[in-house]
């Protein structure tokens, strides 16, 4: 069974940084993409960053040059190191993965930052 486990997220300052995990298991972790999500109170899932299994990324425009992925592939773990953070950044933070046709969430991680 797949699983995704998100952490690091919490209460942070305008300015601050953050980093995310995303760990996973019962896949093969290197063969996959990552993708970062975040949903703000009554807004839509909104993509914000991608790493691919060789390691190039994405980020939306609202997070370019704030936010870096990065993963570790001995790990089975993916990251989102988050800087400059503002308070439209609050949100709850997911990762995903696409793995044998399905899509598989973690179960999401708030991060708040306060102005």
């Known amino acids: 069974q797949v699983q995704l486990v998100e952490s690091g997220g919490g209460l942070v300052q305008a300015g601050g940084s953050l980093r995310l995990s995303c760990t996973a298991s019962?896949?093969?972790?290197?063969?996959?993409?990552i993708y970062w999500y975040r949903q703000a109170p009554g807004k839509q899932r909104d993509l914000v960053a991608s790493?691919?299994?060789?390691?190039?990324?994405t980020y939306a425009d609202s997070v370019k040059d704030r936010f870096t992925a990065s993963r570790d592939n001995t790990k089975n773990t993916a990251y989102l190191q988050m800087n400059s953070l503002k308070p439209e950044d609050t949100a709850v933070y997911y990762c995903?993965?696409?793995?044998?046709?399905?899509?598989?969430w973690g179960q999401g991680t708030q991060v708040t930052v306060s102005s």
């Open positions: 790493i691919s299994r060789s390691g190039s990324t």
């Open positions: 019962g896949m093969t972790f290197s063969t996959n993409a």
């Open positions: 995903n993965t696409l793995y044998a046709l399905r899509h598989y």
